[in-house]
């Protein structure tokens, strides 16, 4: 099993739609969730920390379920703009351990 | 402006030689990372630095060599050992490491490396 798995996609949507990316994680002890956006041949940037009691920025909300070891992201009013990969992240505390996950690539279509 | 660079943006290689790429940041940051990405993948931890003088092996470090002399300065070297080199290498630094606190990591523009 992957220590960081995401749908596999692509997730081709039109404008205007909501769009949810689902992750889960391995480990119980990890401490610390991220989502990043990467665009087509760039390097990723980080779109938004992940909480316990989730967080929403604008369009995007996400969630963290810690006992189920899951994680979300939702894009509302999908942009054609938010066409990139969304990757997962996911940091253990204690040592040094941050797992990226595969990533979901996200097309939204006129 | 404060941010990471790495260089060159595109480089291109010879079996059986070794190459160095270039990451400074100005940001004032502990921590840095070397990560490789291969296509369909998430990216791979290859080594990353706490401080000065310090660097640890991370999952993927085998074929590859790292200095951290000076604070803002993390360069990889590619060497000849490493043996399907051709990849997507991202550098990135954070406050504090990724895992001990919330601090995020930053991200430089990448160098994609090619092997002829």
């Known amino acids: 099993r992957k220590e960081v798995e995401q749908d596999p996609g692509p997730f081709n949507v039109p404008e205007g739609a909501t769009v949810a990316f689902n992750c889960t994680y391995s480990n119980s002890a990890s401490q610390s969730f991220f989502w990043y956006r990467q665009d087509c041949r760039k390097e990723p940037k980080l779109l938004m920390s992940v909480y316990s009691s989730g967080n929403e920025d604008g369009r995007f909300t996400a969630q963290l379920n810690r006992a189920s070891q899951y994680i979300s992201l939702l894009i509302r009013d999908s942009k054609l703009s938010d066409s990139a990969t969304y990757l997962c992240v996911v940091a253990d505390t204690g040592g040094f351990k941050t797992i990226f996950g595969a990533g979901t690539r996200l097309f939204v279509k006129a | 402006d404060g941010g990471i660079t790495q260089s060159p943006k595109y480089l291109f290689r010879k079996e059986g030689q070794n190459v160095t790429l270039s990451c400074e940041q100005n940001?004032?940051?502990?921590?840095m990372y070397w990560y490789r990405q291969d296509p369909g993948q998430g990216l791979r931890l290859i080594y990353y630095?706490?401080?000065?003088?310090?660097?640890q092996k991370g999952d993927i470090a085998e074929g590859y060599s790292v200095s951290r002399e000076k604070k803002e300065s993390f360069p990889l070297t590619v060497t000849s050992a490493q043996k399907n080199p051709t990849a997507f290498y991202l550098c990135a630094s954070s406050w504090r490491l990724a895992g001990v606190s919330t601090d995020t990591q930053y991200f430089g523009p990448g160098t994609r490396l090619t092997v002829l």
């Open positions: 940001l004032n940051h502990d921590a």
């Open positions: 630095s706490q401080i000065v003088n310090d660097f």
